[in-house]
């Protein structure tokens, strides 16, 4: 009876959405429950590098992402105090020679609606939303479900894709929210016309200091400017007024590079959000209930990869689905077994560096400074092949 029912896919982000595309492709439905009103992402800029092709081909939106995509020049890390740029990951023609495909920014509303898009035109995939799931029940056979409002889904497994707050992890796992680590981060768009500071404009610029950061791109074909700032602050899980923001944020960045400084300015202080963290967990399956994405491994931002993650499990565990064909307990296993090592890596190396950007003045950040002057681009390359080059897809023979 299960085999026939479609697979619920609790959260229509981009974990979720991809998920649906990849099990469409092998011929399995989905029904997507979505908790907010409208399937929508919320409108900043996101990076990701060559990886996700492997996973963008497949399901086959590769054109349709790239029409919306900038393709910056470079990848740089600039020293927030001095201004001098420490790091150029070149991702011109050498880069998409080594790694096949570009680095792109794109703004997650743009790539959203492709996602979407493919959805809508695909009868395998149901889009429902506004459909908060509050409770779950695994009964054997198929999971059930039921939403805020009253009204009740089954399906033949289910995967959780409900972010970094699951609802599902807390009854997987129960480890409770992620550990605030004390920062706060800021995000503005601003038209490419407006910006006076003086950066990088056709680069991704990552300029790290004490106990702060910004990331700095363009987005929509060089028309939209997007900028992140992190920075250390007592009062990270406080609400305040703009004022007080204000204040505090001209306090963090006093030492800063006048350039940093001129971005600062520019920050629109009304979405602001503790960072929090967690450590990998062994274990994101029971039954016929699976996490995926930030759900099951949500890395901090500094290596900007967490969406990248969450779209490689999706076509990871469709395959996984595939190749057992109906035995959904057994597919999971194998989707973790594939996926573990490698997203708790990117967890691990996204905490070693967020470390990195933030040093203090001292000898450890000269010692930092003094060692990145040594990489090349061969060097760079190669550290990066881990991540960029993909990742195990499972096969039946697998
Ligand atoms: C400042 C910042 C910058 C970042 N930059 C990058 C970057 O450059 N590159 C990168 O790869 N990653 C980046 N990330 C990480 C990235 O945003 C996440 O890893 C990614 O969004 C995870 O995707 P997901 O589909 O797992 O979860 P989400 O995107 O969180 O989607 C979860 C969905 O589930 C829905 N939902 C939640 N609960 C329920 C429920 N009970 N019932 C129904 N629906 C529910 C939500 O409404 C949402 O639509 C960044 C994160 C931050 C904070």
């Known amino acids: 009876m299960s085999r026939s029912e479609p697979i619920l896919i609790v959260g229509g982000g981009l974990g979720g959405l991809t998920t649906a595309l990849a099990l469409a492709r092998r011929g399995r439905a ?88 493919a959805c809508r035109v695909n009868s395998a995939v149901e889009l429902v939303s506004d459909a908060m799931v509050n409770s779950f029940e695994d009964r054997g056979d198929h999971v059930a479900v039921t939403t805020a409002d009253g009204r009740a889904f089954s399906g033949a497994a289910l995967i959780a894709a409900d972010g970094v707050r699951s609802l599902f992890r807390q009854t997987l796992i129960g480890d409770g929210p992620p550990r605030p680590i004390g920062y706060a981060a800021l995000r503005t768009i601003v038209p490419m016309t407006e910006l006076k500071a003086e950066v990088p404009r056709d680069c991704v610029a990552l300029w790290g200091g004490p106990g702060c950061h910004i990331v700095q791109y363009p987005l929509r074909h060089g028309t939209l400017f997007n900028i992140v700032a992190v920075f250390r602050t007592s009062t990270h899980a406080e609400k305040g007024d703009p004022a007080s923001y204000r204040a505090e944020l001209e306090h963090t960045y006093r030492n800063a590079h006048p350039s940093m400084r001129a971005l600062i300015a520019m920050m ?36 900007a990869q967490g969406a990248g993650m969450a779209i490689e499990d999706g076509l990871c565990l469709a395959e996984a689905i595939h190749a057992a064909d109906g035995d959904y307990p057994a597919a999971f296993g194998r989707f973790e077994a594939a996926r573990l090592l490698r997203t708790a890596r990117v967890q691990l190396e996204s905490r070693a560096l967020w470390d990195f950007y933030h040093l203090d003045e001292g000898i450890e950040r000269d010692v930092r400074n003094a060692t990145v002057a040594e990489w090349d681009e061969a060097h760079l390359f190669d550290c990066l092949a881990w991540l960029y080059d993909g990742f195990q897809i499972p096969t039946a023979a697998h």
Do not use: C
């Open 30 to 117: 989905s029904r997507v429950l979505e908790g907010a009103p409208e399937f929508g992402a919320i409108g900043y800029g996101i990076q990701f590098g060559p990886n996700v092709f492997h996973v963008l081909d497949r399901i086959g939106v590769t054109e349709q992402v790239l029409a919306v995509s900038d393709s910056p020049t470079a990848v740089l890390m600039m020293d927030a105090l001095d201004g001098k740029e420490l790091v150029r990951i070149p991702t011109g023609a050498s880069f998409r020679a080594r790694f096949k495909y570009p680095y792109i920014v794109v703004h997650r509303i743009d790539l959203h609606n492709v996602l979407l898009d």
């Open 268 to 303: 629109d202080l009304r979405w602001r959000r503790s960072i929090g963290d967690r450590g990998p967990a062994r274990h994101w399956h029971r039954g016929r209930v699976v996490l995926l994405g930030d759900a099951a491994h949500a890395p901090l931002q500094s290596l």
